[in-house]
């Protein structure tokens, strides 16, 4: 029942948050902090309807760290809900093409400024990515990229594509890894109490000097960080929720 009546807010909630972005949107069109303002109105409200809770380490430079372009692990949907808490300013989102005919979400995701690809023709997509370094290199903006390039139903991170680092060394920005626990695994949304959810920012990897020769190496150096990282956060939130059952325990 109580899953029923969140799915409900939510769609509520989702057509709301998209109506009033689009209009942030068409009184500043494709003003790259309007991803950031319209991240905030999907997920603020959508984690109190969740009731997830969030623990987020960003780090002093995070948000000052720009540009740059930010890579985070893929789980869900929900993704859009609990990594919007923290987008940075001026940065925007490479997205598949298809998210345009989203009704209200995929107008808006276009009005925001974010960058649609169509992964089914490659000159384009090829054209976008040039178009986005240049966006790195002269605008002051940072770009959000999901290097798995799918969801991974919370089964562990999915190997990287190339792009966003050969975004980040065309550019000669660095890379910030942003990593989320794997809250799909253990987010329940029949209790009042849907979880935690930690979300945490490693240190910048430059990519002052590299080339394309040296894409594979920083793949994998970011990979095994990020894959380290989550598990780590896993581990200690596991830890934290079989303290609070012995504390329940306990007091019964």
Request: charged share 20%; proline share 6%; net charge positive.
């Amino acid at each position: 029942m109580l899953f029923v009546l969140r799915m409900s807010l939510m769609i509520v909630h989702f057509v709301a948050a998209g109506m009033l972005g689009l209009v942030v949107g068409i009184c500043r069109p494709f003003n790259p902090d309007n991803s950031r303002l319209c991240a905030r109105l999907y997920a603020l409200p959508a984690m109190w309807i969740l009731r997830l809770r969030l623990k987020a380490d960003m780090g002093p430079r995070f948000d000052r760290t720009r540009p740059c372009v930010i890579v985070a692990n893929h789980q869900s949907n929900y993704d859009l809900f609990i990594l919007g808490n923290i987008v940075p300013p001026r940065t925007v989102c490479i997205g598949k093409k298809s998210l345009k005919w989203v009704p209200f979400f995929g107008q808006l995701f276009w009005l925001a400024g974010n960058v649609l690809i169509d992964r089914g023709n490659p000159l384009r997509a090829r054209h976008s990515i040039r178009q986005t370094t240049e966006t790195l290199q002269h605008k002051d903006t940072s770009i959000w990229v999901f290097p798995e390039g799918t969801r991974n139903q919370g089964k562990g991170l999915l190997p990287f594509k190339r792009g966003a680092f050969q975004m980040a060394i065309d550019a000669g920005v660095p890379i910030v890894p942003v990593c989320v626990s794997t809250y799909v695994r253990d987010m329940s949304l029949n209790r009042w109490d849907s979880g935690q959810v930690m979300i945490r920012a490693l240190p910048a990897l430059s990519t002052e000097g590299l080339s394309q020769a040296d894409i594979p190496e920083l793949i994998a150096r970011c990979h095994s960080q990020m894959h380290t990282c989550i598990q780590q956060m896993d581990a200690e939130l596991h830890a934290l929720k079989a303290a609070d059952q012995t504390a329940t325990e306990r007091v019964a």
